[in-house]
Nanobody
Framework: VQLVESGGGLVQAGGSLRLSCAAS????????MGWYRQAPGKQRELVAT???????NYADSVKGRFTISRDNAKRTLYLQMKSLKPEDTAVYYC?????????????WGQGTQVTVSS
């Protein structure tokens, strides 16, 4: 399984970005997918997740500003980010939980940098 993120970049505070994560390989039994982020000197944290049924969950810090969605036909995960703040600056990672015969396995993308200037 390969996850490839795109859409990161430099944006001013208050601006918007849309991240995409394209999945390839054996993704037939994908359960939840999600976005995580890691700022310099900090631990990786959950941003948002979405189940195969479409249920979503967001970190309190992004509720009302970020929207996670997935297109199963295109095998692509999205994160629409609005009203961006400097504290949103981080490397954003895509994650997929896929059920294998031996249990669930988590896969990660390589990350995409988001920088929000004040």
């Amino acid at each position: 399984v390969q996850l490839v993120e795109s859409g990161g970049g430099l944006v001013q505070a208050g601006g918007s970005l849309r991240l995409s994560c394209a999945a390839s390989g054996d993704t037939f039994s994908t359960n939840a997918m999600g976005w995580y982020r890691q700022a310099p000197g900090k631990q990786r944290e959950l941003v948002a997740t979405i189940t195969s049924a479409g249920s979503t969950n967001y970190a309190d810090s992004v509720k009302g500003r970020f929207t996670i969605s997935r297109d199963n036909a295109k095998r692509t995960l999205y994160l629409q980010m609005k009203s961006l703040k400097p504290e949103d600056t981080a490397v954003y990672y895509c994650n997929a939980e896929i059920t294998r015969n031996w249990g669930p396995v988590h896969y990660w993308g390589q990350g995409t940098q988001v920088t929000v200037s004040s």
